[in-house]
């Protein structure tokens, strides 16, 4: 009877904790080097804007959608920034700027999906594309933008309080304004009912539509700064990382903790386990110089293998099963 209680009491976020803790215990006696400081901060540094392009996304599939226009507004976004810096502009003048087009296309796909009624896969995959194609061929004169010297960007990169990298401090603020938001403001709580109920929730009085808008446009925003950290590290931002898997990537970080896709389900403790899981498995995956393509088999496996664990230990009633059909 015990062991059957343990057992419903299983959940797709203790199961990938075991597994991290697993892959952590072996990799710590079977890789020299693993469990040194250095290293260790590699890993978190290595998953810190990985993680809050996760917290974005999270926030919105939550709220039973997806954006699939984070990697472009990340990317687009930054280099025109820099572009614009190259070009002569101010700081000020730039920064504005791109971050107006930011909310811009955070605004648009949230209008669409909430006020026009159009599916958010469509909506953002179609604005991704738009962003990119427009950004690249009018507003910058190639694929990888520079940062220009002697850029706050830069000094951000270099910036090691307390010998942390300054990005691990600012995922790690941004993960907790994410917590208190879903947590502990009205708005929040809003997230949760109208992912678990889209319906239920308007009938309830509720602004599902504006709430709906205002989560990518925090997509929108997460997006900026994860590529603003990208380029500081970086020292420039290049355009083809759209192309790259790293959308996929942003998913499975938010989905392997335990955040639904059906919405209304996950929080940012969720996000963190996530991160924690392919920040371990890609850093013990590239001492043990295994291939980008196994590598990403790998990590699609254990995704498929956590969330099949969890249908399986907990089944929705067919109450739940109904709502996720909203």
């Known amino acids: 009877m015990d062991l059957s209680r343990h057992l419903r009491g299983l959940n797709q976020a203790r199961?990938?904790?075991?597994?991290?803790v697993l892959i952590f215990v072996i990799a710590s006696v079977a890789l020299p080097g693993f469990l040194t400081p250095d290293n260790l901060i590699a890993i978190i540094r290595s998953v810190s804007v990985l993680g809050i392009l996760a917290l974005g996304m999270a926030i919105v599939i939550i709220g039973r959608g997806i954006d699939l226009s984070m990697v472009a507004v990340m990317a687009m976004s930054v280099a025109w920034y820099l572009q614009l810096l190259n070009n002569g502009w101010g700081d000020h003048a730039a920064l504005a700027l791109a971050l107006a087009g930011v909310l811009a296309i955070g605004l648009v796909n949230g209008f669409l999906v909430a006020y026009a009624d159009v599916p958010a896969i469509f909506v953002t995959l179609a604005t991704g594309s738009f962003t990119f194609g427009f950004v690249r061929s009018q507003l910058i004169a190639?694929?990888?933008v520079t940062v220009p010297g002697d850029h706050w960007i830069i000094g951000l990169g270099k910036a090691r309080p307390a010998d942390v990298p300054a990005d691990i401090y600012i995922f790690l603020i941004l993960a907790f304004a994410a917590f208190l938001f879903l947590r502990f403001t009205k708005w929040g709580r809003y997230v949760y009912y109208a992912g678990d109920n889209p319906l239920a929730a308007r009938n309830a009085g509720m602004p599902v539509r504006p709430m709906l808008v205002l989560r990518?446009?925090?997509?929108?925003?997460?997006?900026?700064?994860?590529?603003?950290?990208?380029?500081?590290s970086l020292q420039s931002i290049n355009t083809r990382v759209v192309n790259s898997n790293l959308l996929y990537d942003i998913v499975?970080?938010?989905?392997?903790?335990g955040i639904g896709l059906s919405g209304g389900k996950g929080g940012v403790r969720n996000v963190l386990i996530g991160a924690a899981l392919i920040g371990i498995l890609l850093n013990v995956m590239t001492i043990l110089d295994i291939p980008q393509l196994e590598q990403n088999l790998i990590k699609s496996t254990i995704l498929l293998v956590a969330i099949l664990i969890d249908g399986l230990l907990n089944p929705r009633d067919e109450q739940t099963a109904q709502q996720g059909d909203i």
């Not at 199961?15 to 991290?20: C, G, M, N």
Request: net charge negative.
């Open 15 to 20: 199961i990938v904790v075991a597994i991290t």
């Open 142 to 144: 190639q694929d990888a």
């Open 216 to 232: 990518y446009v925090l997509s929108a925003l997460s997006a900026f700064i994860a590529g603003l950290l990208t380029a500081s």
């Open 252 to 257: 499975l970080v938010a989905v392997i903790g």
